[in-house]
């Protein structure tokens, strides 16, 4: 049996040996062709992930602080991009819902390992109405509204069993009644005051390319890798 000595080398090793972007052929991306703002090149780039068999493209990492700095993050699902901002639901009530409440302030974070390319964001978040939760709740899957009506997200679950009852209760509802809603279920949307885009290069000379709010305009800088 190994040592904890011995599992650390192992490890590392394991790290070391893990190449980036193997066998992917990196598209080129010139900065000098992007838009004035950041939504259509994120568009762009999201159905090129999409197109590139990118497993679930539209999954992305949303970064959360409480109201004493401590940070957390997790992954949730994109469901829209707009001139309003980056769309995503939650609880109000979970960890990311309560810490919004306090924080608004969120980034997010999109990779496609297919491109060799990443999407960060920074903004602030703010809640939508009621109807617009409700119909983008409703324009998902049935299994989306008996997460939805599942509810206690974040809260301690006592065993499996209780997590199976409480599911199936939820799917039952889900589909007897398909127009239900949750009462705790948020609509989100990420007002974004900086976009960067990232493009790797196999010779390490990544493309870096950044949207930064400034008044009513966007204003383009590269950024050194």
């Given at each position: ?5 011995e ?29 004035a ?41 994109l ?7 980056w ?24 990779y ?24 983008d ?11 939805a ?28 009644e398909?127009?239900?809603?949750a ?7 990420l007002?974004?005051t900086?976009?960067?885009?990232f ?21 383009r ?5």
């Amino acid at each position: 049996m190994k040592n904890a000595d011995e599992t650390s080398r192992d490890f590392r090793a394991l790290l070391h040996s893990l190449r980036v972007w193997d066998g992917v052929h990196l598209p080129v991306f010139d900065p000098q062709t992007a838009p004035a703002s950041p939504l259509p090149l994120f568009r762009a780039w999201l159905r090129e992930a999409a197109e590139a068999g990118q497993p679930e493209p539209h999954t992305m990492s949303l970064a959360t602080a409480d109201a004493d700095g401590r940070p957390s993050v997790r992954t949730v699902m994109l469901h829209d991009a707009d001139d309003d901002g980056w769309h995503f639901g939650t609880h109000a009530t979970s960890r990311k819902g309560r810490e919004l409440a306090a924080r608004p302030d969120a980034a997010l974070g999109f990779y496609w390992q297919a491109l060799g390319r990443q999407v960060r964001i920074e903004g602030q978040v703010s809640s939508g109405t009621p109807e617009a939760t409700a119909a983008d709740l409703h324009a998902r899957s049935t299994g989306a509204l008996a997460a939805a009506l599942t509810g206690r997200m974040s809260e301690v679950l006592s065993s499996r069993a209780e997590l199976a009852s409480a599911s199936q209760a939820a799917w039952s509802r889900a589909q007897a009644e398909p127009t239900a809603t949750a009462p705790t279920w948020t609509l989100y949307a990420l007002a974004a005051t900086e976009v960067e885009f990232f493009q790797g290069d196999g010779k390490r000379q990544h493309v870096r390319l950044r949207y930064r709010r400034e008044g009513g305009s966007w204003v383009r800088e590269l950024l050194w890798p």
